[in-house]
């Protein structure tokens, strides 16, 4: 999927790959997770993590496309992979100054129906979730599952062409502010990492890299 979001945005925008360090490529017991990130011009960031555990029988990638100079709310796509098991989640999460109109997502919906819903335990970001958000699961559900999230993706690309520039301080408050609340509160990503690389380098990982709220 990377490669796919990835060209998606080439054809639009110009991406510049970012120096992650060391934490480009993270190795610890069974998991390894190997990371992206790139600067979309004029957009704001686009971050990639992919994990592989259980000798590669349980594997997930995670896109998060953070507008800063755009007034469009993040977006995560999560795609995993285990014992057999898909799922298949695109979120939005309100970090918008002005609200934008989501109803383009809503013939997405319809079209995917028949597949079945992925409910997540309740969390604190609930009330950040954006009626967008389109999460399924399944066995064998590949081709529709990958189809799905291509769909979510070119239209949150084209609301994206077509949203307001905004001032990229205040967009980046609102970021932060989700950020912030994220690792002090936790999430099922966050609380993982920081089992695996500790607080500190977590809190690098995501402020810096996934987020960009800082440099």
């Given at each position: 999927?990377?490669?796919?979001?990835?060209?998606?945005?080439?054809?639009?925008?110009?991406?510049?790959?970012r120096d992650m360090g060391e934490l480009k490529n993270i190795h610890k017991?069974?998991?390894?997770?190997?990371?992206?990130?790139?600067?979309?011009?004029?957009?704001?960031?686009?971050?990639?993590?992919?994990?592989?555990?259980?000798?590669?029988?349980?594997?997930m990638e995670t896109c998060v496309l953070t507008p800063i100079e755009k007034?469009?709310?993040?977006?995560?796509?999560?795609?995993?992979?285990?014992?057999?098991?898909?799922?298949?989640?695109?979120?939005?999460?309100?970090?918008?100054?002005?609200?934008?109109?989501?109803?383009?997502?809503?013939?997405?919906?319809?079209?995917?129906?028949?597949?079945?819903?992925?409910?997540?335990?309740?969390?604190?970001?609930?009330?950040?979730?954006?009626?967008?958000?389109?999460?399924?699961?399944?066995?064998?559900?590949?081709?529709?599952?990958?189809?799905?999230?291509?769909e979510c993706l070119n239209t949150y690309l084209d609301l994206l062409d077509?949203?307001?520039?905004?001032?990229?301080?205040?967009?980046?408050?609102?970021?932060?502010?989700?950020?912030?609340?994220?690792?002090?509160?936790?999430?099922?990503?966050?609380?993982?990492?920081?089992?695996?690389?500790?607080?500190?380098?977590?809190?690098?990982?995501?402020?810096?890299?996934?987020?960009?709220?800082?440099?």
């Open positions: 999927m990377k490669d796919i979001i990835i060209n998606e945005l080439r054809n639009r925008y110009s991406l510049e790959q017991g069974m998991y390894n997770f190997d990371c992206e990130a790139y600067t979309i011009k004029g957009v704001g960031n686009l971050f990639f993590i992919n994990m592989k555990a259980m000798f590669g029988l349980m594997k007034d469009l709310s993040f977006c995560n796509i999560d795609i995993i992979k285990a014992m057999g098991n898909e799922t298949y989640m695109f979120e939005m999460y309100d970090t918008c100054i002005n609200q934008t109109d989501l109803s383009d997502f809503d013939p997405i919906k319809e079209k995917y129906k028949d597949l079945e819903n992925y409910e997540t335990a309740p969390r604190w970001y609930d009330s950040y979730k954006l009626p967008s958000c389109i999460c399924k699961k399944g066995k064998k559900i590949t081709a529709k599952g990958e189809a799905l999230m291509k077509q949203v307001l520039v905004c001032d990229p301080v205040l967009k980046t408050e609102k970021n932060k502010v989700y950020v912030e609340r994220l690792l002090s509160e936790g999430g099922a990503a966050v609380d993982s990492m920081n089992k695996i690389i500790g607080q500190e380098k977590t809190g690098e990982l995501i402020r810096k890299f996934m987020y960009h709220t800082v440099d």
